[in-house]
């Protein structure tokens, strides 16, 4: 990443941190980055794209953590789960629009709409499961319920504790950590008594819908962006070598976005970036839209 695109991301970050990520326009990050409109489109096809770089980078880094706590073998299970808990509310009072965001949904941009809940589903999930290390596989008919719970607690906590005077934070989270846990604990405890279960998997599909089924409609955006692109290289008064080439280069990036085993990210950037160079300079537009789809694909 070059530093003109860091120091824009940078800024991005923190107009949203104070402005709030609705209340900020390419205007005033163009304007707090000193750099053109133009350049700022270089980089970014729009407001949304830059944001969903952001906050990639930020859950990027959170998940490194995560799982670098549970895999601690010096701990107990709980004593990693509260220290993943602690670093959770923490990364979410610091990046408290990411959670509004992610939570109202309040944007147009069905991309960004898809990745937000892409992070929702991912973050639920993984709650469920550190949940069912924690207290046992016979919580597990009862892990949605157990998970929206613990959900709901943090979440509420850290809404309150993002308006609060920061001096008191660390102090703060503390106690509401341990409050939090021993909710679970008693919660646990009464479930395992009364067997009551109120959501199920069908009541979860809207609030946390399958990672299959969001990625299939993602690729068939990117499908639908790859089938306009070829066709337009046909168009173009370019020889015939460079048009099969271009094709086969985009044919490849497809069947490994395609691949059942784990996409291998250096050959799609190493598609993307071939692309990218070579293509017509009137095509650039859709390189840059495409590139933008693969990568919320990884």
């Known amino acids: 990443m070059n530093d003109k695109k860091r120091r824009i991301l940078g800024k991005a970050k923190d107009i949203f941190r104070k402005k709030g990520y609705l209340l900020t326009s390419v205007a005033d990050i163009v304007e707090a980055s000193e750099i053109s409109k133009g350049t700022f489109y270089n980089y970014f096809t729009s407001k949304e794209e830059l944001a969903i ?8 880094v959170l998940y490194q953590k995560l799982d ?6 010096d701990k107990s299970q709980k004593e990693k789960f509260r220290k993943a808990i602690e670093l959770l509310v923490r990364f979410h009072i610091k990046n408290a629009e990411i959670l509004n ?6 944007t147009l941009d069905d991309d960004f709409n898809q990745f937000l809940l892409s992070v929702r589903s991912r973050s639920f ?17 009862y892990l949605n319920d157990l998970a929206m719970t613990l959900t709901g607690m943090i979440l509420l ?4 504790s993002s308006k609060q005077n920061q001096d008191q934070e660390s102090d703060q989270i503390s106690k509401a950590i341990d409050y939090v846990l021993n909710r679970m604990e008693a919660i646990v405890k009464d479930i395992a008594e009364t067997g009551d279960i109120l959501l199920t998997d069908e009541d979860m599909l809207g609030f946390t819908p399958d990672h299959l089924m969001i990625r299939k409609r993602q690729m068939g955006k990117l499908k639908g962006l790859i089938e306009d692109l070829l066709k337009k290289i046909e168009l173009e008064k370019i020889a015939d070598s460079d048009k099969w080439q271009y094709k086969e280069t985009l044919n490849a990036l497809l069947a490994e976005l395609n691949n059942k085993e784990t996409p291998r990210d250096f050959i799609i950037q190493g598609a ?3 692309l990218k160079q070579q293509v017509p300079r009137n095509l650039e537009r859709e390189i840059i839209q495409l590139e933008v789809q693969v990568n919320g694909l990884l």
């Open 53 to 60: 770089t952001i906050f990639k980078q930020e859950y990027s």
């Open 272 to 274: 993307l970036l071939y």
């Open 101 to 106: 965001i992610s939570f109202s949904q309040a």
């Open 125 to 141: 999930e993984w709650i469920k499961a550190q949940i069912l290390l924690v207290y046992g596989e016979e919580m597990k008919p």
């Open 157 to 160: 906590f850290v809404f309150v």
């Open 68 to 73: 670098r706590f549970m895999q601690d073998e």
